[in-house]
């Protein structure tokens, strides 16, 4: 074990440039001592990203604004090197798309688990026999990717999880009323042959959703539930800070009796959504009669009709599902009974690129604060310029933000690129969206340095000393 961390370790010294090595060199001896005590091998070191290092190929060709079936998110994420189309619906998430990802997948996470959620992963590869049960083999067409096994047994590619999950609970035979209410969630890749894939990630044939399911001892429980999930959606959504409306939903094939929908008003929404400007009242045309342009609540007032993006789906589907596969739980009376159910999707890749879609302006990008794929991006001055003698003092500073603040850890990045002027790293730096840039430039040669700091949010540009900075950057909530 020790011989193989050594090696480890010199590998990594013959990487890493002579300065920083040292400070490994160090703090290995710290660890390797730790080590001894405590039998723990020593923390592997990350280096500093770095621009000149990321692969972000940018492949935004003439050919494929032309299809028609683009829009303004999906654009900036090809000239950003976020995405790459693999083929229709089918897309290469690239480093920085993980990145900010990851960071939405932890913020659902929290939010999940703060209402009691767990989260399972369930197998994308489902028996044909479980849809057959509930009679949606059929009722979902062509929508379904199907295929045989070698044994021909048939399968889907999952699109939802009602059935696995269903069946998952039938099979706990002793589940008692006690460890209600159950609330069941994965963030997993789903499989829809969609008629028209368009608008790169907000609609895909493979994207990732978070779905939960829940298991309750009564209707009462279960709509309590369901109030409780809509509620971590509105706050998440809050979180994100992002404008969005809760509207009566229609049911679909999913099936059930009460459903809403959580959506982002932009034009480009495929979704027509109805509201009335005097109580309130909020519904996705689907939703009502057919020509009903009326206030079915105040009765009265028009309704005012626009466009969403619908980023979260609820449903409560009491014993629709219980009922097929006898998903039971023993009462308080010692008495089987069956499990009422609910059901809340989030689209995780449509929501990246709905935010994207709302926020950015015409030629770069806007995060939601939280989700940027790093928060700080640190630009030296050009090799061979007046400043340049203060390009160590850029390196310094970005090791010393991504190393020592826990807020930054990682998500601090280096334009290392000093073979181009500032100007054009800036404005990629504007195009990726990093919140915040930190520019070392002439200004960093005074007695005093002074630092400019573009913050992208709030469109200022700011002139920090070194206390200043640390003093702003210690202040960013990150994920
Ligand atoms: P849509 O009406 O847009 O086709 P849906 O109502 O069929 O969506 P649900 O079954 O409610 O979708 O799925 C839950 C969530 O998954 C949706 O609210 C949406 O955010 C996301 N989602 C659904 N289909 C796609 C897709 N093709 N690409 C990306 N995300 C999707
Ligand atoms: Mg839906």
Redesign the pocket.
């Known amino acids: 074990m020790e011989a193989l961390m050594h090696f480890h370790l010199r590998k990594l010294h013959a990487v890493l440039p002579r300065s920083l090595s040292k400070a490994c060199r160090r703090s290995h001896h710290c660890a390797a001592q730790h080590a001894r005590s405590a039998c723990t091998p020593p923390m592997p070191v990350t280096p500093m990203p770095l621009v000149s290092r990321l692969f972000q190929p940018s492949n935004l060709r003439e050919g494929q604004e032309a299809g028609g079936l683009t829009c303004h998110s999906q654009r900036l994420m090809l000239q950003a090197g976020l995405i790459q189309l693999s083929s229709p619906?089918c897309f290469h998430y690239l480093p920085t798309a993980v990145r900010s990802m990851e960071k939405l997948v932890r913020l659902i996470d929290q939010e999940m688990q703060a209402i009691g959620g767990q989260k399972v992963d369930m197998p994308a590869l489902c028996g044909a026999e479980l849809w057959r049960c509930s009679g949606r083999w059929e009722l979902m067409g062509k929508e379904m990717f199907r295929l045989r096994d070698r044994h021909n047994a048939e399968y889907c590619l999952g699109p939802?999880h009602e059935e696995v999950v269903t069946e998952l609970l039938a099979s706990q035979t002793k589940l008692s009323y006690r460890q209600l209410p159950l609330l069941l969630y994965q963030v997993t890749r789903?499989f829809?042959d969609?008629q028209k894939?368009k608008f790169g990630?907000?609609?895909?044939?493979e994207?990732y959703?978070k779905?939960m399911y829940s298991f309750d001892v009564s209707e009462e429980a279960a709509l309590h539930t369901y109030q409780s999930v809509c509620h971590a959606y509105r706050r998440l959504l809050d979180r994100l800070g992002l404008r969005w409306v809760q509207v009566q939903a229609d049911t679909?094939n999913?099936g059930g009796t009460l459903s809403h929908?959580f959506h982002l008003p932009a034009d480009v929404g495929?979704?027509r959504l109805l509201m009335c400007g005097n109580c309130g009242f909020s519904a996705n045309v689907e939703a009502l009669e057919a020509g009903r342009m009326d206030c079915p609540q105040c009765l009265t007032q028009p309704l005012t009709e626009s466009k969403g993006i619908?980023?979260?789906?609820t449903f409560y589907l009491g014993t629709k599902y219980s009922q097929v596969f006898s998903a039971m739980f023993t009462n308080a009376q010692n008495k089987p009974a069956l499990a009422q159910m609910g059901c809340f999707?989030?689209?995780v890749?449509?929501?990246l690129a709905a935010s994207i879609e709302v926020l950015s302006s015409e030629d770069s990008i806007r995060w939601p604060r939280l989700l940027a794929p790093y928060q700080v991006c640190v630009v030296p001055p050009k090799k061979g310029s007046k400043a340049s003698e203060v390009i160590h003092m850029a390196e310094e500073l970005a090791h010393h933000l991504g190393n020592c603040f826990p807020n930054l850890k990682g998500d601090v990045i280096l334009d290392d690129r000093t073979q181009l002027t500032i100007g054009k790293r800036l404005k990629d730096a504007g195009r990726l969206g990093y919140p915040y840039v930190v520019v070392v430039g002439q200004k960093a040669m005074e007695e005093k340095p002074v630092f400019e700091v573009v913050c992208q949010q709030s469109g200022e540009t700011l002139f920090l000393n070194r206390d200043g900075l640390l003093d702003l950057l210690s202040g960013v909530e990150t994920i």
């Open positions: 619906g939802t789903k829809r969609e894939p990630l907000l609609r895909g044939r994207f959703m779905d679909g999913i929908e495929e979704d619908e980023v979260g789906h999707g989030l689209g890749t449509r929501i």
